[in-house]
């Protein structure tokens, strides 16, 4: 045997535990990708948990020429994921144990990296990486990338407490003599986020952990679904108040079995994740729901402390405090603004006795360290205004002299449904002092503007302008440039997008603003005022289409497709919807 090939992976050392509930279009692609592992699964248990669709009918013809997939069929819906998966873990057979839900999949060789690092660490749990993937675009993104960028070994949880951050359990391999040893199961009966609470209880075990880079869980996320997944049904309150019993109850577990550092570590967690996540959407939600929400997370805020709050990043711990001193929703468009990345605080900047605080009626909530920050991790805020700038009409059109031209109908309709312009989109950008920390640097001077693709970050189309101060009200700096989405020469949004059978593609606006000091900070654009609707134009890299768009939090960001088979799909939708409804 080659000194440097490493040891084959033993036969038959895995079960891999598959939950569904009619989830028939699905569910035999998960159950086939686990099947394909190959000779290191020596069993798939697929529970379907008393579905009223043909899931149990598939799996069972399936079963019926798979020796290795082993169905057990619920008689009465448990209302959660833990109880099916409990069932698994009570009729499997192998020493170690996966998870995997029925409407993602397993990479090829996910079973045998895990199983590998097991061995050769002697670790009773690996983590591998999870890719999150949105379809049917397959946007993907890396879940909780900081952990997977390497191989790594703890003797115990506590040396490594942001792994906490990773409440996913479908993207480890867990020894099973270990978890009954230790009594850890998944919560019973219609619990959500029961992944939370079973992540603790392995964490509260202290096991010797291994982390690996390879992928071994895709991740797939529906937005457009029927019936959403748990983590992206977010439109009703109870979503979160479930949210919040999973986190006190994985605390409490943290807390009782003496991890104190790991229980801190998940408040802190919660800080910048969990809370993060709901603010930035909060100004959607209606007044009962917002009043609701606000009521259940002043709740929960009384049980962290001032260590909790100075651990976080600075923008949750502002939020915290300003949830935990107001006894009813305020300045959610303020605290959303914190809660995107890179954060931004919006006006007005309040102090009281010199000190910044986050308004004068809440003089107690300070807004700690403004003062003191360096300028690139200020949350300054840039508002940004687009607008259509058209160059004339026609399938060409004329350029200005360097090239830079996009495919963007104007607002007012002067186009026509569905007139082909030659356009630029002009933006207009405003900097807002922070509590005066811009003009003790000089003031801003020069800002470059890019366009970051969403899932990759690659730079698209990038400009650049001088800043003028504009003292009308508050002080702040001003600017304006053209955006030309197809210019050639270009490897821009006009470029790329649409490279998948004409899938739009999503990119930020983003900008790094200069000092007079030599002090540069880089962070969003927040979309400010109404913005131009989407627009088909016959570009120089061909049909082009774009979108501006309000993201969550209110940033401002383009959809960008190109080709034929957009531009048809986009006009049929425009002609049957009308023109005001957005694509």
Same mark, same amino acid.
């Given at each position: 045997?080659?000194?440097?090939?490493?040891?084959?992976?033993?036969?038959?050392?895995?079960?891999?535990?598959?939950?569904?509930?009619?989830?028939?279009?699905?569910?035999?692609?998960?159950?086939?990708?686990?099947?394909?592992?190959?000779?290191?699964?020596?069993?798939?248990?697929?529970?379907?948990?008393?579905?009223?669709?043909?899931?149990?009918?598939?799996?069972?013809?399936?079963?019926?020429?798979?020796?290795?997939?082993?169905?057990?069929?619920?008689?009465?819906?448990?209302?959660?994921?833990?109880?099916?998966?409990?069932?698994?873990?009570?009729?499997?057979?192998?020493?170690?144990?996966?998870?995997?839900?029925?409407?993602?999949?397993?990479?090829?060789?996910?079973?045998?990296?895990?199983?590998?690092?097991?061995?050769?660490?002697?670790?009773?749990?690996?983590?591998?990486?999870? !890719?999150?993937?949105?379809?049917?675009?397959?946007?993907?993104?890396?879940?909780?990338?900081?952990?997977?960028?390497?191989?790594?070994?703890?003797?115990?949880?506590?040396?490594?407490?942001?792994?906490?951050?990773? /409440?996913?359990?479908?993207?480890?391999?867990?020894?099973?003599?270990?978890?009954?040893?230790?009594?850890?199961?998944?919560?019973?009966?219609?619990?959500?986020?029961?992944?939370?609470?079973?992540?603790?209880?392995?964490?509260?075990?202290?096991?010797?952990?291994?982390?690996?880079?390879?992928?071994?869980?895709?991740?797939?996320?529906?937005?457009?679904?029927?019936?959403?997944?748990?983590?992206?049904?977010?439109?009703?309150?109870?979503?979160?108040?479930?949210?919040?019993?999973?986190?006190?109850?994985?605390?409490?577990?943290?807390?009782?079995?003496?991890?104190?550092?790991?229980?801190?570590?998940?408040?802190?967690?919660?800080?910048? +994740?969990?809370?993060?996540?709901?603010?930035?959407?909060?100004?959607?939600?209606?007044?009962?729901?917002?009043?609701?929400?606000?009521?259940?997370?002043?709740? +929960?805020?009384?049980?962290?402390?001032?260590?909790?709050?100075?651990?976080?990043?600075?923008?949750?711990?502002?939020?915290?405090?300003?949830?935990?001193?107001?006894?009813?929703?305020?300045? @959610?468009?303020?605290?959303?603004?914190?809660?995107?990345?890179?954060?931004?605080?919006?006006?007005?900047?309040?102090? @009281?006795?010199?000190?910044?605080?986050?308004?004068?009626?809440?003089?107690?909530?300070?807004?700690?360290?403004?003062?003191?920050?360096?300028?690139?991790?200020?949350?300054? /805020?840039?508002?940004? /205004?687009?607008?259509?700038?058209?160059?004339?009409?026609?399938?060409?059109?004329?350029?200005?002299?360097?090239?830079?031209?996009?495919?963007?109908?104007?607002?007012?309709?002067?186009?026509?449904?569905?007139?082909? /312009?030659?356009?630029?989109?002009?933006?207009?950008?405003?900097?807002?002092?922070?509590?005066?920390?811009?003009?003790?640097?000089?003031?801003?001077?020069?800002?470059?503007?890019?366009?970051?693709?969403?899932?990759?970050?690659?730079?698209?189309?990038?400009?650049?302008?001088? !800043?003028?101060?504009?003292?009308?009200?508050?002080?702040?700096?001003?600017?304006?440039?053209?955006?030309?989405?197809?210019?050639?020469?270009?490897?821009?949004?006009?470029?790329?997008?649409?490279?998948?059978?004409?899938?739009?593609?999503?990119?930020?606006?983003? @900008?790094?603003? +200069?000092?007079?000091?030599?002090?540069?900070?880089?962070?969003?654009?927040?979309?400010?005022?109404?913005?131009?609707?989407?627009?088909?134009?016959?570009?120089?890299?061909?049909?082009?289409?774009?979108?501006?768009?309000?993201?969550?939090?209110?940033?401002?960001?383009?959809?960008?497709?190109?080709?034929?088979?957009?531009?048809?799909?986009?006009?049929?939708?425009?002609?049957?919807?009308?023109?005001?409804?957005?694509?």
């Amino acid at each position: 045997m080659d000194p440097d090939m490493p040891p084959p992976v033993p036969a038959a050392q895995i079960s891999v535990i598959v939950i569904g509930y009619n989830d028939a279009a699905h569910i035999r692609t998960a159950v086939g990708s686990a099947l394909a592992q190959g000779p290191a699964v020596r069993e798939v248990i697929a529970v379907d948990d008393a579905s009223t669709d043909a899931t149990g009918a598939l799996l069972d013809r399936m079963a019926a020429h798979e020796p290795r997939l082993r169905v057990r069929h619920r008689t009465v819906n448990s209302g959660g994921c833990g109880s099916p998966r409990n069932d698994g873990l009570r009729q499997a057979t192998a020493p170690y144990v996966m998870f995997l839900d029925s409407d993602d999949v397993l990479p090829p060789g996910a079973a045998d990296a895990l199983l590998a690092a097991a061995l050769r660490h002697a670790a009773p749990v690996v983590a591998g990486a999870c !890719l999150r993937r949105e379809l049917p675009l397959r946007r993907d993104t890396r879940w909780q990338r900081a952990l997977y960028l390497g191989e790594a070994v703890h003797d115990a949880p506590e040396l490594q407490p942001r792994l906490v951050r990773d /409440t996913l359990c479908v993207n480890k391999l867990y020894d099973r003599a270990f978890l009954a040893a230790h009594g850890v199961t998944f919560p019973e009966g219609p619990f959500r986020y029961e992944d939370f609470v079973f992540t603790a209880r392995v964490l509260a075990a202290r096991p010797r952990i291994a982390v690996i880079p390879d992928t071994v869980y895709i991740w797939h996320v529906r937005r457009t679904a029927a019936r959403p997944s748990i983590s992206l049904d977010r439109n009703r309150v109870d979503g979160w108040r479930a949210r919040l019993t999973a986190h006190r109850l994985a605390v409490d577990t943290l807390q009782l079995a003496g991890q104190r550092r790991l229980a801190h570590a998940a408040r802190v967690k919660f800080l910048d +994740h969990d809370l993060r996540i709901y603010l930035r959407e909060l100004g959607r939600r209606d007044e009962d729901h917002r009043l609701a929400w606000w009521d259940l997370t002043r709740e +929960h805020l009384e049980s962290f402390g001032e260590e909790d709050l100075l651990a976080a990043r600075a923008p949750a711990r502002w939020s915290a405090r300003v949830i935990a001193a107001a006894d009813h929703p305020r300045d @959610v468009e303020r605290l959303a603004g914190l809660a995107v990345h890179p954060a931004r605080l919006l006006p007005p900047y309040a102090r @009281v006795n010199g000190r910044p605080v986050w308004a004068i009626d809440l003089p107690a909530v300070l807004l700690d360290r403004v003062d003191g920050t360096p300028l690139h991790r200020l949350p300054v /805020t840039v508002d940004g /205004t687009l607008r259509a700038h058209e160059r004339g009409t026609g399938s060409r059109g004329r350029g200005d002299g360097n090239g830079s031209g996009s495919g963007v109908r104007s607002g007012d309709g002067s186009t026509g449904a569905l007139g082909l /312009t030659r356009t630029r989109l002009r933006l207009v950008l405003r900097v807002h002092e922070l509590y005066g920390r811009l003009m003790a640097a000089g003031g801003p001077v020069t800002v470059d503007v890019e366009l970051r693709h969403r899932d990759d970050g690659r730079l698209g189309l990038a400009r650049n302008a001088v !800043l003028t101060r504009d003292d009308t009200a508050a002080p702040s700096w001003t600017a304006e440039v053209l955006l030309g989405l197809d210019a050639p020469g270009t490897a821009g949004p006009a470029a790329s997008a649409g490279g998948r059978g004409g899938a739009p593609e999503i990119w930020d606006v983003r @900008v790094r603003i +200069h000092c007079a000091d030599g002090g540069s900070l880089y962070t969003g654009v927040r979309a400010a005022g109404p913005l131009p609707r989407r627009g088909v134009a016959a570009g120089l890299n061909g049909l082009l289409l774009v979108h501006p768009f309000e993201a969550a939090g209110g940033s401002l960001a383009l959809r960008v497709a190109r080709g034929p088979r957009s531009a048809l799909r986009i006009a049929g939708r425009a002609l049957r919807r009308g023109l005001a409804e957005r694509w």
